[in-house]
């Protein structure tokens, strides 16, 4: 019935969104979530909807418990402000951010588009947010609710500070957040930050991701780009398992414009940032699969870009991903896709004669 109402529905909700611009209806979405996420009646009454039960959907990944496999990416929730609600509109978790060691505006705007053909967005926020310690001060305010969905912290660069002192910038971050996040997130492939890309070179990633673990008290993560070369994706996967990471989130937004529907021009009109969504599905699944080869079974694997539909959600997690990670596709799908996905995941889990998630996971290789 559910289902049926958001088919007939939301599509007409969106074209409404879609005709306010992308930035301001994101505040206005983001604002009512944290509100709803406040009141206990309200949140009861989204996870009765929205959140699923299935047992078979649980895991336990680098020690934290998820009551399901899909997660909100970094990028919608910058400041912390809706952490009561993720889990009550059925997210297995979400990461906050990305935050970084001072608080900052971001790139200047318009920095957020759409392109409806191909279901995707280019963003080229520049990782506005609040700072460090004023999302740690979210944080520390505690999550009620029916379902608690653990929450990562995504921490990135300053823009103003010098790539010669993000070792010391990344470790303010990760020693304010680690304690109250259930794992931290190093992003150091974001596009829209100046030479932030430049730290996933091994020689400079190393000391970043040691520092991040020196003071975090939680599993630590690295995230990725899709625009690492092979060789390249094997050198962070080899020094992730080497320093004792936890896992590898991959993969973040594409600067590549490949593989797009939309009207050439229009999309260079749109400028520089990270393009996410199906576009960028290809090379996601093509750098799991590189990972779970080299690494599986070493660190978790977290797998995000483009996932829009039940067979690719389970072909992922039989490629190798332990969790997964959406954002665009619930701008275009709403929280109800999201039930349907979780949904179709214990569905094929049964199908296929799995007991749990975590049997299913790189099962295509076995």
């Known amino acids: 019935m559910l289902s049926t109402l958001n088919r007939l529905a939301y599509p007409t909700l969106r074209k409404l969104m879609f005709l306010i611009p992308p930035e301001r209806i994101h505040r206005i979405i983001a604002r009512t979530i944290s509100v709803a996420g406040r009141l206990p009646l309200v949140r009861t009454m989204l996870s009765r909807m929205f959140a699923g039960?299935?047992?078979?959907?649980?895991?336990?990944?680098?020690?934290?418990?998820?009551?399901?496999?899909?997660?909100l990416a970094a990028g919608f929730d910058k400041s912390a402000e809706c952490v009561n609600a993720w889990g009550q509109l059925g997210f297995g978790y979400a990461e906050i951010g990305t935050i970084t060691g001072q608080a900052?505006?971001?790139?200047?705007?318009?920095?957020?588009?759409?392109?409806?053909?191909?279901?995707?967005?280019?963003?080229?926020?520049?990782?506005n947010n609040p700072g460090a310690a004023a999302a740690a001060g979210r944080l520390s305010q505690g999550r009620p609710g029916p379902v608690r969905a653990p929450i990562g912290a995504n921490i990135g660069k300053t823009k103003v500070v010098p790539l010669d002192g993000a070792v010391d910038d990344y470790r303010l971050s990760a020693r304010l957040l680690g304690p109250l996040a259930d794992f931290v997130v190093v992003n150091v492939s974001s596009p829209n930050t100046p030479g932030l890309r430049d730290l996933q070179a091994v020689e400079s990633l190393r000391p970043v991701l040691a520092a991040a673990l020196e003071v975090a008290s939680v599993p630590v993560l690295v995230k990725i780009a899709p625009d690492l070369s092979d060789d390249d994706v094997d050198a962070v996967a080899d020094l992730a398992v080497e320093l004792g990471l936890a896992g590898i989130v991959a993969t973040n937004t594409t600067i590549g414009r490949g593989g797009v529907a939309t009207p050439r021009a229009d999309v260079d009109a749109m400028g520089a940032g990270g393009l996410s969504g199906p576009p960028v599905a290809d090379?996601?699944?093509?750098?799991?699969?590189?990972?779970?080869?080299?690494?599986?079974?070493?660190?978790?694997?977290?797998?995000?870009?483009?996932?829009?539909?039940?067979?690719?959600?389970?072909?992922?997690?039989?490629?190798?991903?332990?969790?997964?990670?959406?954002?665009?596709?619930?701008?275009?799908?709403?929280?109800?896709?999201?039930?349907?996905?979780?949904?179709?995941?214990?569905?094929?889990?049964?199908?296929?004669?799995?007991?749990?998630?975590?049997?299913?996971?790189?099962?295509?290789?076995?």
Not at 53 to 71: H, Q
Not at 109 to 125: H, K, Q, S, T
Not at 310 to 334: C, K, N, P, S
């Open 283 to 366: 090379r996601s699944l093509e750098v799991l699969r590189r990972l779970y080869a080299r690494v599986g079974g070493q660190l978790a694997l977290i797998s995000v870009g483009g996932i829009e539909t039940v067979d690719q959600a389970w072909e992922r997690i039989r490629a190798g991903a332990d969790l997964l990670q959406v954002y665009t596709g619930f701008i275009y799908g709403g929280p109800v896709w999201l039930r349907e996905l979780h949904d179709g995941i214990a569905d094929r889990l049964r199908s296929h004669g799995f007991a749990s998630l975590s049997e299913a996971v790189g099962s295509e290789t076995r």
């Open 53 to 71: 039960t299935d047992p078979a959907l649980r895991s336990t990944v680098f020690g934290v418990e998820f009551p399901a496999p899909i997660g």
């Open 104 to 127: 900052q505006p971001g790139n200047p705007g318009p920095r957020l588009f759409r392109l409806p053909a191909d279901r995707a967005l280019i963003n080229r926020m520049g990782f």
